[in-house]
């Protein structure tokens, strides 16, 4: 992949202040987009900006916005704010997500909105206001970052795995509703990575994905010619421990 070959593109990166929307976020960067990320605490978004203006190229700019995809209000602030940095929008990737796992008796009724309504009415929210200004610009990607527990179900996930089943058929129904304007998207299911993510985050080996692994995913993605459209990507780890 050329360096360079996402030049003068905006970029919003959901949930962009760690993990592996961060790390998707330095690509971007890296590529020369102009990428606006989003996170819940100031502190953790300026460290985050600091960090991605370093590993910028080709003059791209960064610049973060606190904000809760489940606020629609916020969530329509944030793309006006990317108008106002960067003239409009390229691609968007929803990536902010929570995972709490828990039986769905021990689940309190709080808990379930607040998995459902963020990764799943979200990424809903982010693409309704992202797709007049997509069409705007001729076009674009939506890129949703889901997990393999969209398809194989656990015992404790029930919303989480509900949530990502959910984000899946909706990216599957948005891809053919958009696609002759010419916005492809794409969902990525990773398996294990490596992260801080959710209540039950452990340290994992070193045979776990990294974000970074997630990120070339992307990029690669963004980088396919215009007449091809890879809606779906699995990616899980190459050898992970026997059973």
């Not at 971007?28 to 960090?51: D, M, P, S, W, Y």
């Not at 990607?141 to 959910?166: D, E």
């Amino acid at each position: 992949m050329a360096m360079g070959h996402l030049s003068g593109k905006a970029a919003i990166v959901t949930g962009g202040s760690r993990g592996i929307g961060l790390a998707i976020a330095r690509a971007l960067a890296g590529q020369g987009a102009h990428v606006a990320i989003t996170g819940r605490t100031e502190e953790r978004i300026n460290a985050a900006v600091k960090e991605l203006q370093a590993a910028a190229r080709d003059g791209a700019t960064v610049t973060g916005l606190c904000a809760d995809v489940r606020n629609y209000h916020d969530v329509d602030r944030l793309m006006n704010h990317l108008e106002e940095r960067f003239g409009g929008l390229d691609i968007l990737v929803n990536n902010a997500g929570i995972g709490l796992f828990r039986a769905a008796a021990d689940m309190t009724v709080e808990e379930w909105h607040s998995i459902i309504d963020t990764n799943l009415t979200g990424v809903f929210y982010c693409c309704h206001a992202a797709l007049p200004r997509l069409r705007a610009r001729g076009g674009g990607w939506i890129i949703n970052i889901s997990s393999l527990a969209g398809k194989n179900a656990f015992v404790g996930g029930s919303a989480y795995c509900a949530s990502k089943s959910g984000l899946n058929a909706f990216s599957e129904a948005l891809m053919q509703e958009v696609r002759y304007d010419g916005i492809r998207v794409a969902y990525v299911m990773p398996g294990s990575v490596q992260t801080e993510f959710g209540d039950r985050a452990a340290q994992k080996g070193d045979w776990a994905l990294t974000p970074e692994d997630v990120a070339q995913v992307v990029v690669d993605l963004l980088g396919h010619p215009a007449r091809s459209l890879p809606s779906r990507v699995e990616i899980r780890p190459a050898r992970p421990p026997r059973k």
